[in-house]
Structures are given as structure tokens and as C-alpha cells.
């Protein structure tokens, strides 16, 4: 068990650029989250899946994000057409398959919109 | 939309002395998750509760959740340097996978 890994750890791109983030859960956890975190804020939910299924997604998504998780393992997170209030941290949770709603975070995706 | 306050938004604190942060949602809760940030890194797991009134210690730590579901306070008792960073609680309502993080509690601990 090493952990949520996330890749890359610093991203850094022109405004209108694509990028897309990849999140590796624990293994055996079939529960994935996407957050984005602002410097001094909570992090803020944008999306879940349990197994390979996008059970929820926050309505402040705009139709520029979009995640996967293909096989209910990985799962990645693309924004198009970044915009400088995108700047965030991206965490990745992953959630063991119980009652519990613990979660495990990665170290994140730093991005940096310039 | 379910919202989640922290209060304090920071407490500075000298080493030895209690701190206490306190959770308050505008809706009933299904659980509460408390959640510790150190500077630089990411959210680390500390306790959930699910049981209205439940009360759970973790050493120096006690965690407890109001009788209505609508309120949890996290206290730190004798406070360490090593306790420095943001706590977190986050929560669960209606069976919903969403998950909304209360505005955190940055606790400093000045030696």
C-alpha cells in the first residue's frame, strides 16, 4: 500500500491550454474524489466515483472539466481552455469500500495558470 | 446548498495550553470527519463520527458530535508544536457522496 499518488506534482501552462491530471488511488478502493483547493480555503468537492461510475459532480464544474476513471482503478481530470482562476491545488481522495467515509488524499497537482 | 463553518479561522496558542475549534453545519449531518492540513501538505484523516452525542479520543485529542447532528468541536488538550496546522472537518448529508469541508482552523503554536 504506498499511498494516493497524483501526477504531475507542479503543472504550470499558458492560459487556453489543456492539461490533464492523473490520480492513483489506493488499491482496492472503489471510491475516488476531486477537490480543488485555494490557498487558505477548504478543499472544495468537484467530483466522485464509485468504481468506474461518476456518481456526483458539483454544479460549480464548468463544461470545461472532465474526469474518468476507465476501469474503476486510475482516474484522470482534464480542464480545457485553462483560464488564470483555475490556479489551484487538485487533491485526489480515494475511500476504502465500507461504511466509512474516511478519505485518503494524494499530495496534490499544483497549477499555475499564467 | 449545505454550508460548513469553522470557528476560529485561527487561533494562536502557547505551547501547553488547550485549543478547541468548533463545526457547524445549517443541515442535519449523516457523519463528520475531522481532517488535519500541515503547511505544505495535504489532508490527513484523523476520526469520523457517525452517532449524535458521540464523543472519541485519540490521545491528547477529543472529538465530539452535537446532539442534533448539526455541530462537532475537536479539542486539543496540553497543545504541542507539533499540532501546528489546519483542522478541518468535513461532512456528509442526506447519504450524499458530496462531501463539503467546513472553512478550517489554522492553530499556531508558539514554544
Known amino acids: 500500500d504506498t499511498g494516493v499518488s497524483q501526477d504531475p506534482r507542479h503543472k504550470i501552462t499558458k492560459r487556453g491550454q489543456n492539461v490533464t491530471f492523473r490520480c492513483d488511488p489506493i488499491?482496492?478502493?472503489?471510491?475516488l474524489y476531486w477537490y480543488r483547493q485555494t490557498l487558505g480555503q477548504g478543499p472544495e468537492f468537484l467530483t466522485y466515483?464509485?468504481?468506474?461510475?461518476?456518481?456526483?459532480k458539483s454544479r460549480l464544474l464548468s463544461d470545461r472539466f472532465s474526469a474518468e476513471r476507465p476501469k474503476g482503478s486510475f482516474s484522470t481530470l482534464e480542464i480545457q481552455r485553462t483560464e488564470q482562476g483555475d490556479s489551484a491545488m487538485y487533491l485526489c481522495?480515494?475511500?476504502?469500500?465500507?461504511?466509512?467515509?474516511?478519505?485518503?488524499f494524494g499530495p496534490g497537482t499544483r497549477l499555475t495558470v499564467t | 446548498g449545505q454550508q460548513v463553518m469553522q470557528i476560529p479561522q485561527y487561533q494562536h496558542v502557547q505551547e501547553g495550553e488547550d485549543f478547541t475549534t468548533y463545526c457547524n453545519s445549517s443541515?442535519?449531518?449523516?457523519?463528520i470527519q475531522w481532517y488535519k492540513q500541515r503547511p505544505g501538505g495535504h489532508p490527513v484523516f484523523l476520526i469520523q463520527?457517525?452517532?449524535?452525542?458521540e464523543v472519541k479520543k485519540q490521545k491528547r485529542l477529543t472529538f465530539q458530535f452535537g446532539e442534533a447532528k448539526k455541530n462537532s468541536s475537536l479539542h486539543i488538550t496540553a497543545t504541542q508544536t507539533t499540532d501546528v496546522g489546519t483542522y478541518f472537518c468535513a461532512a456528509n448529508s442526506g447519504g450524499y457522496q458530496k462531501v463539503t469541508f467546513g472553512t478550517g482552523t489554522k492553530l499556531q503554536v508558539i514554544p
Open positions: 481522495a480515494s475511500s476504502p469500500r465500507t461504511v466509512s467515509y474516511e478519505q485518503y
Open positions: 463520527l457517525v452517532k449524535s452525542g
Open positions: 466515483f464509485q468504481n468506474e461510475a461518476q456518481l456526483e
Open positions: 488499491s482496492e478502493h472503489n471510491r
Open positions: 443541515t442535519t449531518l449523516s457523519n
